[in-house]
């Protein structure tokens, strides 16, 4: 399976941004998908956003589209989701996934390959 460690969260006001970072390491068949998903307390873990390697095909929570991006960077084998005009609503724990072959970008939040998370809290 994937490892994956995350960085880059954060506090900031309503409108602010933030780029979450996400290292990981295993074999290119453990991370056929790899995205974000989040979870605040009190509410279902929310897919926020996923890409497909072999397709290039993404996948973007209906409320981040058009406010949040996400990159690899295969020389640094890192993934990044960069945040901006962060809302309150976006406060959560949030976490990089990776799944093999024969996964869904919309799934991440159900992906097994998870890391630890890093925390977000955007104040209005």
């Known amino acids: 399976p994937a490892h994956l460690v995350e960085s880059g969260g954060g506090s900031v006001q309503e409108g602010g941004s933030l780029r979450l970072s996400c290292v990981y390491s295993?074999?290119?068949?453990?991370?056929?998908?790899m995205g974000w998903f989040r979870q605040a307390p009190g509410k279902d873990r929310e897919t926020v956003a996923g890409i497909r390697n072999s397709d290039g095909s993404t996948y973007y929570a209906d409320s981040v589209k058009g406010r949040f991006t996400l990159s690899q960077d295969s020389a640094k084998n890192t993934v990044y989701l960069q945040m901006n005009n962060l809302k309150a609503d976006d406060t959560a724990m949030y976490h990089c996934?990776?799944?093999?072959?024969?996964?869904?970008?919309?799934?991440?939040?159900?992906?097994?390959?998870r890391g630890q998370g890093t925390q977000v809290t955007v104040s209005a």
């Open positions: 996934a990776a799944a093999p072959v024969a996964c869904l970008p919309a799934h991440v939040r159900f992906f097994a390959s």
């Open positions: 295993g074999s290119t068949y453990s991370r056929e998908c």
